[in-house]
Structures are given as structure tokens and as C-alpha cells.
């Protein structure tokens, strides 16, 4: 069965400050993908990215970074110099069936609260 | 607007009502999903289209729920004999093809039983 598993359900940053947000997930899939979604108060999950199992790169997108470490199954998501617009909640999620793409199972999401 | 629309963006009904929910995907999309969102939660898979093909439904839809998509192109979810535990909003979501890309989301539906 798949799993994915956000412990944080809240954290209250102030303006500047980086945090990372945790995820850990189980699967028996061998190939699979990864995602990171906001979901601001408007309520729509806006995508961030997306990671092959394959691929174990880190990536940065602006003040935005993503650690994939296969060996303890977490995909952890950083924000750097956090801003008030980073307010949201933030949900790690992983496909199953593969080959239909977007069947996604959700953590329970991490609410991120950046003071100004 | 060329993103994921959903119709009604809220709709408050009473326990043993029949509601239905529309989505227009994303014109070239062929693949759509039902997600199911609780308060404080993360969504929840309920339903995959392939084009007009139903191909994939989760154990949380009872017989109560019933989706289709026609055309291949929007899609509608009806919840029959609604009880107060069905009040969630309703996600819709739609991509281009296999596991490569990404889902879009729209805002969804938020229904209220009373």
C-alpha cells in the first residue's frame, strides 16, 4: 500500500527565515513519481514539481530547493528567505499506477504560516 | 481562462438531496480525475477518465457517486441521497497523457449537507 507521510502539520516562520517542509513516503513501486503542491486560500492546487524515482538530483527553483533521498524514501522541500506569500498549505503526494499518470496519493499536508 | 473550471464553486443542499458537480478540463487534455478534499486533510483519488473511458475507481466511491465524461471532454460528478459525511470539496483535476506531466487543478466544488 502507498503512504505519504507530512509530521509537520503546522509551522509559523518569520519573513526571511528558510524552512523546510518534511515528507516521507512508502511504496513497493519500483518506478514512481513525486510531487510538491500549494494550496493557497483560494483553495487551488497550484503544481511545484514533479520527481522520477530515478532521478535523485536535487533541485532549485528560485528560493525554492527539493532534497530526494531514495535511501530513507523522503522528498524534503525548502524555502529560502521565506516571504508573507508563502502562506499556504503545502501537500506531498505520490502517483500510483503509473501508467495512468496522476493518481495521486496526498499527505496531510503541512500548513505554512510566514509572519511578516 | 484556460485552466481546470468547476461548477458550482460552492453549493449547500440538504441530507437526502441529489447534487451534481461539472468540470471542463483543460481543452487538450485526454486524462481527468475526481479528488475529494476534507477539512484539514489531503485530497483524496476517487475516479480516473481517459477520455470518455472510466478507468479506475476508488473503494471511497459508493454507489451513491457516479462520474461520467461523455464527449471525452468536461466531466460531471453526482452524489445521490447526500448524507452530512459527503460535505468535502470536490477537486477536479486534468493532464496531458501518461506519469510525465503534471495534473492542473481547479478550485474546486465545496459542498455543504445540512
Known amino acids: 500500500a502507498q503512504k505519504v507521510t507530512q509530521a509537520q502539520t503546522e509551522i509559523s516562520v518569520v519573513e526571511k527565515e528558510d524552512v523546510t517542509l518534511d515528507c516521507v513516503y512508502e511504496?513497493?513501486?519500483?518506478?514512481?513519481?513525486l510531487f510538491w503542491y500549494k494550496q493557497p486560500p483560494s483553495g487551488e492546487l497550484v503544481f511545484l514539481i514533479r520527481r522520477n524515482s530515478f532521478d535523485e538530483q536535487n533541485e532549485i527553483s528560485g528560493r525554492y530547493s527539493w532534497n530526494f533521498q531514495k535511501s530513507t524514501s523522503s522528498f524534503n522541500f525548502t524555502i529560502t528567505a521565506s516571504q508573507v506569500v508563502d502562506s499556504a498549505v503545502y501537500f506531498c503526494?505520490?502517483?500510483?499506477?503509473?501508467?495512468?499518470?496522476?493518481?495521486?496519493?496526498f499527505g496531510g499536508g503541512t500548513r505554512l504560516m510566514v509572519k511578516p | 481562462d484556460t485552466g481546470v473550471s468547476q461548477d458550482p464553486r460552492h453549493k449547500i443542499t440538504k441530507r437526502g438531496q441529489n447534487v451534481t458537480f461539472r468540470c471542463d478540463p483543460i481543452s487538450e487534455h485526454n486524462r481527468l480525475y475526481w479528488y475529494r478534499q476534507t477539512l484539514g486533510q489531503g485530497p483524496e483519488f476517487l475516479t480516473y477518465?481517459?477520455?470518455?473511458?472510466?478507468?479506475?475507481k476508488s473503494r471511497l466511491l459508493s454507489d451513491r457517486f457516479s462520474a461520467e465524461r461523455p464527449k471525452g471532454s468536461f466531466s460531471t460528478l453526482e452524489i445521490q441521497r447526500t448524507e452530512q459525511g459527503d460535505s468535502a470539496m470536490y477537486l477536479c483535476?486534468?493532464?496531458?497523457?501518461?506519469?510525465?506531466?503534471?495534473?492542473?487543478f481547479g478550485q474546486g466544488t465545496r459542498l455543504t449537507v445540512v
Open positions: 477518465f481517459q477520455n470518455e473511458a472510466q478507468l479506475e
Open positions: 511504496t513497493r513501486d519500483t518506478t514512481y513519481y
Open positions: 483535476a486534468s493532464s496531458l497523457g501518461a506519469g510525465k506531466t503534471e495534473a492542473f
Open positions: 503526494a505520490l502517483n500510483f499506477n503509473n501508467n495512468a499518470g496522476n493518481m495521486l496519493t
